[in-house]
């Protein structure tokens, strides 16, 4: 151990010209000269110091420039403009033929005989902390480059390598200029080093704090787009998926836990999949490198690099490499060293090319067998699904741009469809084909099931659409040619009258709330209706609560530059805008009525750093500064004692432990509510609420959660079982909504789903108003939670309102922004925002 650990050192810290040529470099008898190593273009071994995004890609391109077997495939732009460059290696004579390839690996997908080279895709560092894979496929973008051996000549004869090394470049980058930072000459395996322990947020997240590794089938950022185009451009037969774990662990490649897999997932992807190992197993066995597969992780959440090919007709392979996560560091099983982990993720890149190769034949049987019968249906009458967002296009349309990016088929409708005694709307709904090349990927987004071999997850245990977008679904239907359309109706240009009085606005519409911001922003005054009303020579009677009122007469801009706002505004969003000629109602109150409470502009303040959860808080952060356009300060727990809170109208905690903030601030946060401030918390900050009594209501403790499981006669073998029912790693809700309470403007039904992912839950309560949603008698619609939760939350409060004051304090018991996908609950935020300062009393 000591001479290898002497030798790691020492490839590490020699100097280029005496470094000992690591082993993912060809031998130098069968290797182009012409082609740039690593080291050349660095001026140090690779591995010495931790790669900068712009140095791979300044390196992918020098080897396309130098070497014919290379092509750059660029998928877009991450949120900081860094640029995403995939290698395409193969045979100059395939590098040729690149545009005849792709067409024919477009017609797998139509169930067509394929006569297309072996497509294997190597992704890396998904997480941006995950720094080995990202200096291995540098490493094998040469060797694939500049081997003259004969096994790489065959292999790029028959197959085109698609090598990808950083697929979050935003978090790679923040990583290695902390790693970097922090490092000495010497190495330290000392795990409290700074070198080792990053400071909030990590590099494991993109620039919203997203884990990219849950985004593959929700596509909530630019990253997993392009990655997803991609996919779908090249469809190939295997991914390779290569991350890092915990340090004290050793290395691990798929099979997963054979009963965690998800039961959409054919029986012959698993079996490839073992097959695949044997060849991981032999180059391991070869280095004496320690290995373990089918523990520890599964086959199950369809949104992970490793799971979406599985459902999509290829084979995906997870690989985690112990971490060094800096260049040394101590574990009980002996120091890991970067260049081991480093040549460790480059012996099993070289073993799925060579078993993805030995398995040729299976890896395309089974592509076609899997698309086998799944071409696209071109009867006149087609069967299928119906989907509609009452009342919200927007919705409507981000869930077909998100079938587009997955090419899934579907179609708007042309007029009013009747099924399941429910109205499809042509205005808000889309029809799902059941025969099309992804109907197994279709059939994964809406699948519902609360019954599981295994009840222990990696990630969540359901991920159905419907419940995310909050859907009308009717199934079976069918539907005529006639009654669909390819695209979207367009809206017409508005051209407002100048006679108004009033502009009104349905909250019911998404984009109402982005469109209501940049209205604030233009020091526009807009009202919000608190009860529900009509006007006179309107058509459209009985606006709800929550519909927005634009007086025509504004302190700051004519009434023409107000027309004009609101046609530019109205044509940007897509939200209708529509004219009141009367202040009149035509029954109930009337626009001039106390009922219409006047807006307030939002200042918020999002709390960040240690102790608050990270991607919470950039799920909270994107919404905020993408969706709505907020500027939104970012400011760490610890800083806050500084801070005037008295500048901000909104004080936002996700979740988190903020054991930073002492009693001194929790009394001046409580001065900030009384003053008429509102404080929007949830999940595990609630704790933090409850114990320095800003909050009344009693939080059902964790010791009651446990102690509503029965573990009389349970042996020690039952540990593992008991832990995984004990965890909640992410089942859906339901939620019994108080339909006019100011939170629940714009719900268009008194159920909602939520996701919950966390044993949080709230006493009842005795004083009336506050309780704005309660979970459902019948609380889970899919997923795995244990029934002891389902008992103990059923009919228990899930969202509530407390009034302090002048102010208030929005309590939420679930995280409504899951990963920025939950449309169907994000009103909620917009709704506390905007509506609780000024309707709750």
Do not use: C
Request: proline content about 5%; charged content about 20%.
């Amino acid at each position: 151990m000591l001479k290898s650990l002497t030798l790691a050192i020492a490839l590490v810290l020699s100097p280029v010209v005496s470094a000992q040529a690591p082993d993912w470099y060809p031998p130098q008898s069968s290797s182009n000269a012409t082609i740039t190593t690593p080291a050349e273009f660095l001026g140090y071994p690779l591995g010495e110091w931790h790669l900068r995004h712009d140095q791979i890609n300044f390196y992918l391109k020098q080897l396309a420039a130098q070497s014919p077997r290379v092509s750059l495939e660029d998928t877009g732009l991450s949120h900081e403009a860094r640029q995403q460059l995939t290698a395409v290696i193969t045979s100059p004579t395939n590098q040729q033929k690149l545009p005849q390839i792709l067409a024919q690996r477009a017609k797998v997908k139509q169930d067509q005989a394929e006569n297309s080279p072996l497509v294997i895709w190597l992704a890396y560092s998904i997480h941006g902390d995950e720094a080995s894979g990202a200096h291995a496929a540098t490493a094998l973008a040469y060797y694939l480059s500049a081997s003259e051996e004969a096994w790489v000549k065959e292999l790029l004869d028959k197959a085109v390598v698609l090598v990808t090394p950083t697929q979050n470049p935003d978090g790679l980058d923040r990583f290695s200029t902390w790693a970097n930072n922090n490092r000495g000459k010497v190495p330290v395996g000392d795990n409290h080093s700074r070198e080792h322990t990053q400071d909030w947020p990590r590099g494991r997240f993109n620039h919203y704090l997203a884990d990219l590794n849950r985004d593959w089938l929700f596509l909530a950022h630019p990253e997993s787009q392009g990655r997803v185009a991609l996919f779908h451009k090249w469809q190939p037969h295997y991914l390779g998926d290569f991350h890092e774990m915990g340090h004290e662990q050793s290395y691990f490649f798929q099979p997963g836990v054979p009963d965690r897999t998800h039961p959409l997932t054919p029986a012959t992807n698993q079996a490839l999949t073992d097959k695949l190992a044997d060849f991981h197993r032999d180059a391991l066995d070869a280095k004496d490198q320690a290995y373990f597969s089918r523990q520890a992780f599964d086959d199950f959440f369809y949104g992970k690099g490793s799971t979406y090919p599985d459902i999509n007709g290829a084979i995906g392979v997870l690989f985690e490499q112990a971490s060094a996560r800096g260049q040394l560091q101590d574990s009980a099983n002996g120091p890991v060293v970067l260049s081991e982990a480093i040549a460790n993720q480059f012996a099993t890149s070289l073993s799925s090319l060579k078993g993805a190769m030995a398995l040729e034949d299976e890896l395309k049987q089974y592509q076609t067998e899997f698309f086998k019968g799944k071409a696209s249906d071109d009867s006149r009458r087609l069967s299928g699904s119906l989907l509609r967002a009452p009342k919200d296009p927007a919705r409507r349309d981000a869930l077909a741009s998100l079938f587009a990016q997955h090419k899934v088929e579907h179609f708007f409708l042309s007029r009013d469809v009747e099924a399941d005694d429910l109205i499809f709307s042509a205005e808000d709904s889309l029809f799902i084909p059941a025969n099309q090349p992804q109907q197994a990927l279709v059939e994964a987004m809406f699948d519902k099931r609360t019954e599981f071999k295994d009840a222990t997850f990696y990630d969540v245990s359901s991920f159905d659409l419907q419940s995310a977008y909050d859907l009308l679904k009717a199934d079976e239907v069918k539907v005529s040619r006639n009654q669909l359309t390819a695209d979207a109706a367009q809206s017409p240009e508005q051209a407002l009258p100048d006679n108004a009085v009033a502009y009104l606005v349905d909250w019911r519409h998404s984009n109402a709330a982005p469109m209501l911001q940049q209205l604030l922003n233009a020091d526009i005054q807009v009202k919000v209706a608190t009860r529900g009303f009509s006007v006179r020579g309107i058509e459209a009677l009985n606006w709800p609560e929550g519909s927005l009122y634009i007086p025509a007469k504004q302190a700051h801009v004519s009434k023409q530059q107000l027309r004009e706002l609101l046609s530019r505004q109205s044509q940007e969003w897509g939200v209708k805008v529509v004219p009141a000629s009367t202040f009149a109602g035509a029954g109930g109150i009337d626009l001039g009525s106390d009922d219409f409470r006047v807006i307030k502009p939002v200042k918020p303040l999002l709390i960040a750093g240690r102790g608050t959860s990270t991607t919470e808080t950039g799920q909270l952060w994107n919404f905020l500064d993408s969706r709505l356009g907020i500027a939104t300060p970012l400011i760490d727990a610890s800083r806050l004692s500084r801070v005037d809170l008295g500048n901000y109208s909104h004080l936002i905690f996700a979740s988190g432990s903020f054991s930073t903030l002492d009693a001194e601030l929790a009394r001046d946060i409580a001065s900030f509510v009384e003053r008429g401030g509102t404080v929007i918390a949830q999940k595990s900050a609630l704790n933090w609420l409850s114990k320095n009594r800003l909050m009344s209501t009693e939080l059902i403790s964790s010791k009651e959660f446990a102690q509503a499981f029965d573990t009389k006669g349970l042996t020690f073998a039952d540990r593992d079982s008991l832990n995984a029912r004990k965890a909640i790693g992410g089942a859906i809700v339901e939620l019994t909504l108080d339909a006019g309470h100011p939170l629940n403007y714009g719900m268009t039904d008194d159920k909602l789903p939520v996701m919950k992912n966390r044993a949080i839950g709230f006493k009842s309560v005795d004083k009336p108003f506050v309780v704005a949603a309660e979970y459902s008698e019948q609380v889970l619609k899919s997923g795995y939670m244990a029934p002891e939760y389902q008992q103990k939350l059923a009919s228990t409060p899930a969202i509530l309102v407390e009034t302090k004051g002048k102010g208030e304090i929005v309590a939420l018991a679930d995280n409504l922004m899951f990963r920025n996908t939950w449309l169907g609950t994000e009103r909620v935020y917009a709704n506390a925002l905007y509506f609780v300062p000024v309707s709750v009393r």
